[in-house]
């Protein structure tokens, strides 16, 4: 159940970042979306390199500092400053109509009639108000879209012959960037009562507080007037100018209407698709503005709440693909043809979508700003990049909210299933392979389809700060397990088998089947020594009339005399295990428990506890030849000791060790609990087949099963070929007898 919730942890510290990743895409935080929208700016920057649909249907007449310079010094025959008559749009407006131009969009704003302006006279003809010429060719053109903003209408007089009228307002998002454009505005347009009783009495219409049965106007002296509605919206003409209505005035009308202007952009490719604009459906809820037309050429914009959609910013101010013409060169055009007069600028805008604008410096007509392109563009660019995408129904669309959520939930299930699955650095490099892979995912998806791939939340969240968390998880936890490991294992089993263990990915220590070969080690001949020691030991107290501390100092020098020795002598066989990377697994009194095959898997593990049990004999043989050595050295000492009257040395004992050893399938894991001793340990039917063997050994032998042998036969042949067969045996708890063989350790193995 731990080790479950262990590997849980990190799919919960997954779920834990998505969690606030989630949050902050809902959240829009500010700082998140600044740097989403710099990383869409290049993307945008990027598709300037990419060959786009064409626009050669597009063009753009610029009124530059050598227009306005034009005008001054009376080149054309005109000296006027920077605030035209309108005869001058009037006279560039009649030469595009002679050339055939599909459409013209002023974005100029013309907000009230110039009754300062003299008449203009053409020949053979009465003087003219110049605001009238304007409007003349205005209706003549019948192409003619007139710019609006921020609630700035042109007069009637104009508005009513033009075509429409185009929104030009221009909202910047926070960073001061303008990225996008509002389909369109709600314009207000006030009864020409209360139009007067503005001009009147001061009412501040734009703070009119509308009311489902009437309307409160704000007054100069901070009163509110209010106005009575009917059932249908209507307020009564008598509030204003009493009973007495003039012949054929209605007594009820709609205090104001609320007319929709489209983006002159929009406007401009309706024009040019036929695109019904009075039919649209605007259904800013589900995200989308469908233009109706009767040919088919019906196109669906992509919006937010509030109706903007982000602009396609494909075109340049000045981009080659692209028809412009300075405005003065119209104006000489139609100066010339009025005087019967023919020049060589030829006639280009047939059957064009012209956008009227200023790319002036330095004074009012100055109209720039920052873009995904540049950080001062011709901000009249948005117009005809808007036509454009609608022309070539490519409209640039960002994901959902849900669509984002799920592509965050995506990326960070792959970043933690690829930081579970591989190891560092393996799955920081996978990491970051998806990441680039999904970098260039949203840029191609942009380049061929304009969709917007949100970046930040998820190359920094879903994929990097997944894995990273996960990784920090695994680092803590990974050396948490090494302590562990180490703190197990440090004494048990050699620096090689530790250091295999630390880079093991599947140990398991709470318990697995796996097959290994158990290895029995006795000290024969300890069991006498004990005895004759203590035999000894008591002799003594009794000659020398020891008691009390003295007697109990003799005993306890004795049990540590004996302790010692066999302690010498398992150590001999605890160093050939550890020698030859087997687990030492406990000491049994004067036995030692190992194995191998586990913690780590060794494919040849009987070979390397047969080596070990030759490498132990020939240990315990050497050390025997050592002290046989120091017995005699004592025995000529005790010679002399004796003439002088002194007590004899004791001699060393000499020790053997019988050994059995098997091979098969047991249990393996660590027995114990946290609070008291563990141990790694093996158990079951081979590990006491292994302690059988060990008890039929006898001194200085090595007894081994068939199953050990047969891998001996299989892993060291030559080491197979010096085992002797024995008579098989009868072991407790195994019916059949037994085959065993007895391996050889005096000659090299």
């Known amino acids: ?95 595009l109509e002679r050339q055939g131009a599909r459409a013209v969009a002023f974005d100029v704003l013309f907000g009230e009639l ?60 926070p960073d001061g960037v303008l990225r996008r454009a509002r389909a369109f505005q709600l314009y207000r347009q006030w009864h020409p009562l209360f139009l007067q009783a503005e001009a009147e009495y001061g009412v501040n219409l734009a703070e009119a507080r509308i009311e489902p049965n009437r309307i409160l106007l704000s007054l100069p002296d901070g009163s509110s007037l209010p106005v009575q509605l009917d059932e249908h919206g209507n307020f009564s003409v ?49 995200g989308r503005i469908t233009l109706p037309s009767n040919d088919g050429a019906q196109r669906v914009i992509p919006v937010d709440r509030e109706g903007y959609f982000f602009i396609d910013w494909s075109l340049k101010a000045f981009d080659s693909r ?75 669309r960002r994901l959902t909210l849900a669509e984002e959520i799920a592509g965050l939930i995506l990326l960070g299930a792959l970043a933690t299933g690829l930081t579970l699955w591989l190891r560092s650095p393996w799955s920081s490099l996978a990491v970051t392979t998806a990441g680039v892979v999904y970098l260039g995912l949203a840029v191609w998806v942009y380049l061929a389809a304009r969709w917007w791939l949100p970046l930040v939340l998820p190359l920094v969240g879903g994929l990097a700060l997944t894995h990273g968390s996960v990784l920090a998880y695994q680092a803590f936890f990974e050396q948490r397990e090494k302590r562990h490991i180490k703190s197990v294992f440090s004494k048990l089993v050699s620096p090689n088998v530790v250091n295999e263990l630390l880079r093991s990915q599947n140990l398991s220590l709470s318990g697995a089947r796996r097959e290994v070969t158990v290895f029995f080690a006795d000290v024969r001949g300890f069991t006498a020594l004990t005895d004759q020691s203590q035999e000894r030991a008591e002799q003594y107290v009794r000659e020398h009339q020891l008691t009390g501390e003295a007697a109990e100092a003799c005993y306890a020098n004795q049990a540590g005399e004996i302790l010692a020795t066999v302690n010498l002598y398992l150590a001999q066989v605890a160093d050939m295990v550890i020698k030859h990377d087997g687990t030492l ?123 050990t042998y047969r891998h001996l036969e299989r892993d060291a042949p030559a080491l197979a070929a010096t085992c002797v067969a024995l008579p098989p045996v009868a072991v407790k708890g195994i019916r059949a007898a037994v085959s065993v063989y007895e391996v050889p350790w005096q000659q090299p193995a």
């Open 585 to 707: 697994d406990k000491y049994i009194g004067d036995c030692v428990m190992a194995f191998w095959g586990a913690p780590t898997f060794s494919p040849h593990h009987a070979r390397a506890c047969v080596r070990a049990a030759v490498d132990a004999q020939r240990a315990i043989h050497e050390l025997n030849q050592r002290r046989q050595a120091e017995n005699q050295a004592r025995e000529a000492e005790n010679i002399r000791r004796a003439s002088r009257g002194q007590p004899p040395l004791p001699l060393r004992p000499l020790l053997a060790l019988g050994t059995g050893i098997n091979t098969g399938v047991v249990t393996v894991g660590l027995m114990g609990s946290e609070q008291h001793l563990r141990n790694y340990t093996v158990f079951g039917r081979e590990v006491n087949l292994a302690s059988r063997l060990e008890g039929i050994s006898g001194r200085g032998r090595i007894v081994i099963s068939e199953a």
């Open 114 to 173: 110039r009754e300062d302006h003299a008449p203009v006279q053409f020949a053979g003809q009465p003087p003219i108000e110049s605001d009238e010429f304007f409007a003349q060719q205005i209706r003549a053109a019948g192409n003619v879209i007139l710019a609006a903003d921020r609630g700035i209408l042109p007069p009637p007089l104009l508005a009513t012959n033009a075509y429409a009228l185009g929104d030009i307002s221009a909202e910047k998002d």
């Open 322 to 396: 692209m028809t412009a013409q300075n405005f003065a060169d119209l104006l000489r055009r139609d100066r010339d043809w009025a005087r019967g007069q023919t020049n060589d600028i030829p006639a280009l805008w047939k059957e064009k979508l012209v956008v009227i604008g200023s790319t002036a410096t330095g004074n009012d007509l100055t109209d720039l700003g920052a873009t995904p392109l540049e950080k001062e563009t011709f901000l009249l660019s948005k117009h005809w990049n808007v036509a454009h995408a609608i022309l070539n129904n490519r409209f640039i």
């Open 1 to 95: 159940m731990r080790r479950r919730l262990t590997c849980l942890f990190p799919v919960l510290i997954a779920a834990g970042v998505a969690t606030l990743l989630i949050g902050a895409a809902a959240g829009r935080l500010e700082l998140v979306e600044r740097i989403e929208a710099i990383t869409f700016d290049w993307r945008v920057r990027l598709a300037q390199h990419q060959a786009s649909a064409p626009a050669e249907s597009l063009g753009f007449v610029y009124i530059n500092d050598a227009t306005i310079d034009a005008l001054k010094n009376r080149s054309l025959g005109f000296s006027y400053g920077l605030y035209w008559p309108r005869h001058i749009y009037g006279r560039v407006l009649r030469e």
């Open 238 to 286: 008598a509030d204003f100018i009493g009973d007495n209505l003039p012949p054929g005035m209605p007594a009820r009308a709609k205090p104001f209407t609320d007319q929709r202007v489209w983006h002159m952009g929009i406007v401009l490719a309706a024009r040019a698709l036929q695109l019904d604009l009075a039919k649209a459906t605007v259904d800013l809820a589900d």
